[in-house]
T-cell receptor, first 113, second 116 residues
Framework: DMKVTQMPRYLIKRMGENVLLECGQD?????MYWYRQDPGLGLQLIYI???????SEGDIPKGYRVSRKKREHFSLILDSAKTNQTSVYFC????????????FGPGTRLTVL | GDSVTQTEGQVTVSESKSLIINCTYS????????LFWYVRYPGEGLQLLLK?????QKGSSRGFEATYNKETTSFHLQKASVQESDSAVYYC?????????????FGKGAKLTVSP
């Protein structure tokens, strides 16, 4: 069953707190992605990971970092969250190269107060 | 850079009527872009609706069609007769290889509501 999971689905944090968003996939895809989506905007790419410990900045990496220690797992970390990081975050995975179809998780709605 | 411009915001169509969601793309770096339509149903992640990788070709899925027109840089999504179950958000996307991975540039999305 090809699936991308995200945890948690909803999260409320206070400004300055640390945030950890988790993503998993069961397809052994090499490439994983983190996007954010804000009202009236398309998905914006935060980071790409090409495999374990092989990460690359996307279009809007400032304020975020990522960790990929296992191929099936990709984390997005917000150190000292800011109110303008309130958004819906999507994780995706795909085969290496391409551009191939990306498989998306259901999203995490993060609110930073 | 790469960008996608599509019909945005709310689109309301009566059941059994036809639909068109416009999409045009711009790229300065990709010789042969791949074009995608993704759909997001309520509470779910985006899923691929259709994909076309060759100019001049048409993709189709679930009654939806889109033709990759390199001359007009367009990839409009059409359906002859929509159903209530088609209510969702539709995103046009442009695909490019980035390093050894791939990158998608998305339009802002069009929220389709099909009224009975």
């Amino acid at each position: 069953d090809m699936k991308v999971t995200q945890m948690p689905r909803y999260l409320i944090k206070r400004m300055g707190e640390n945030v950890l968003l988790e993503c998993g996939q069961d397809m052994s895809h090499e490439t994983m992605y983190w996007y954010r989506q804000d009202p009236g905007l398309g998905l914006q790419l935060i980071y790409i990971s090409y495999d374990v410990d092989s990460n690359s900045e996307g279009d809007i990496p400032k304020g975020y970092r990522v960790s990929r220690k296992k191929r099936e797992h990709f984390s997005l970390i917000l150190d000292s969250a800011k109110t303008n990081q309130t958004s819906v975050y999507f994780c995706a995975s795909s085969l290496l190269g391409g551009p191939y179809e990306q498989y998306f998780g259901p999203g995490t709605r993060l609110t930073v107060l | 850079g790469d960008s996608v411009t599509q019909t945005e915001g709310q689109v309301t169509v009566s059941e059994s009527k036809s639909l068109i969601i416009n999409c045009t793309y711009s790229t300065t770096s990709i010789a042969y872009p791949n074009l995608f339509w993704y759909v997001r149903y309520p509470g779910e992640g985006l899923q691929l609706l259709l994909k076309v990788i060759t100019a001049g070709q048409k993709g189709s899925s679930r009654g939806f069609e889109a033709t990759y027109n390199k001359e007009t840089t367009s990839f409009h999504l059409q359906k002859a007769s929509v159903q209530e179950s088609d209510s969702a958000v539709y995103y046009c996307a442009l695909g490019a290889t980035q390093g050894t991975g791939s990158k998608l540039s998305f339009g802002k999305g069009a929220k389709l509501t099909v009224s009975p």
